[in-house]
């Protein structure tokens, strides 16, 4: 079984800047795919981006060039650094790991934008 936990969330004008942290521990395959979703009030979870163990990333239209993310796989860790944020970037993150076998999340930590 995966647990995931995730940190770095909070609060931020526009503009600023935030990293989320995420580690994954327990028994999963080498090979896997780790994501953020995000999901605000009242809309559905969705994708920000995700990275392949070999490093192939993908972004969400609405937050490429201002989001990067990252991974190290010694330390089963994904990162997502977050510039030039907006409020519409306000909701609650997810980590996910997902392999062949399985997809695991982590509770989520709340990132507020505000103008």
């Known amino acids: 079984q995966v647990q995931l936990v995730e940190s770095g969330g909070g609060s931020v004008q526009a503009g600023g800047s935030l990293r989320l942290s995420c580690a994954a521990s327990g028994s999963f395959l080498s090979s896997s795919v780790m994501s953020w979703y995000r999901q605000a009030p009242g809309k559905q979870r969705e994708l920000v981006a995700s990275?392949?163990?070999?490093?192939?990333?993908n972004y969400a239209d609405s937050v490429k060039g201002r989001f990067t993310i990252s991974r190290d796989n010694t330390k089963n860790t994904v990162s997502l650094q977050m510039n030039s944020l907006k409020p519409e970037d306000t909701a609650v993150y997810y980590c996910?790991?997902?392999?062949?076998?399985?997809?695991?999340w982590g509770e989520g930590t709340q990132i507020t934008v505000s103008s």
């Open positions: 996910n790991l997902r392999t062949v076998a399985q997809s695991a």
């Open positions: 990275i392949s163990t070999t490093g192939t990333r």
